[in-house]
């Protein structure tokens, strides 16, 4: 079994099939990609694995079903994501930022908060440290006392990511990270999930940038209408008639 195996997935919107049945697997340590046009439901397929959206189906994670599971059970279990747009806060500093995700390393009781207690204290500093070491390895150390709202759009989207590995995930969902960038951006972006990779977690990406997309991926599934139409390796992608018909051929990538 993959270390994150989806069967059936199904979500529906009243009388509308969102996604139909979907089945896939990703191995650990891959980068999975998902592919196809808007309102494909690539989005909807992020939100029920991440326990945003009701859905019909399984998915096991390292062997364990966790469809029934809550948003803030997955996250803690390592089930992290980013969103298409970008939720960061405009009104404290990117260090500040980055300190919120870091909810499952906090070993401190409310007690402890309240009174500033020495565990406390060792607990503060010991996640202020974690921050900085999350600062320095997105490149971003350099925006660390800048308020979200002063940020150009480029170090938004890699704060985003940054609150995102606070979290320590084990598998991370990026939905569409590299929207809006420009070039170097996206080199820059692509260094970076590369490097996320090599650190051991899991990836699983939403992705309109095919060019990121074949350069980056273990494996593609391609979506349309919330069926899963093809999936298989970049070079198997690129080559499959329908897939080069349907997307790759038109402007819906």
């Excluded at 870091?102 to 500033?116: C, E, H, M, P, V």
């Excluded at 940038?209 to 992608?237: F, Q, T, Y």
Aim: net charge neutral.
């Amino acid at each position: 079994m993959s270390f994150l195996q989806v069967v059936d997935l199904t979500v529906t919107f009243g009388g509308l099939v969102a996604v139909n049945k979907v089945n896939f697997g990703v191995d650990h340590g891959d980068i999975f990609t998902v592919i196809g046009p808007n309102g494909a439901g690539k989005t909807t397929l992020f939100n029920a694995i991440t326990g945003f959206q009701n859905k019909v189906g399984v998915i096991n994670f390292k062997g364990e079903d966790i469809s029934s599971w809550r948003t803030d059970q997955i996250a803690k279990r390592g089930i992290v994501r980013t969103f298409q747009h970008t939720t960061i806060f405009q009104g404290i500093t990117v260090k500040e930022a980055v300190l919120t995700g870091t909810y499952k390393g906090n070993q401190a009781s409310i007690w402890d908060i309240l009174l500033r207690t020495n565990k406390f204290k060792v607990n503060e500093q010991r996640l202020l440290s974690k921050v900085d070491q999350v600062l320095e390895f997105t490149g971003i150390t350099a925006f660390k006392d800048d308020y979200g709202r002063n940020l150009p759009y480029g170090a938004q989207r890699l704060v985003e990511i940054a609150i995102a590995l606070a979290a320590e995930p084990v598998i991370l969902l990026l939905d569409e990270p590299a929207a809006g960038l420009n070039s170097a951006e996206k080199r820059n972006l692509s260094n970076l999930i590369r490097k996320i990779q090599e650190s051991g977690v899991t990836i699983i990406l939403v992705e309109h940038d095919m060019p990121l997309v074949m350069g980056l991926s273990s494996s593609i599934m391609v979506v349309d209408h919330g069926e899963k139409i093809a999936e298989g390796k970049p070079d198997e992608i690129a080559h499959h008639p329908e897939v080069i018909r349907a997307y790759l051929g038109g402007a819906a990538c």
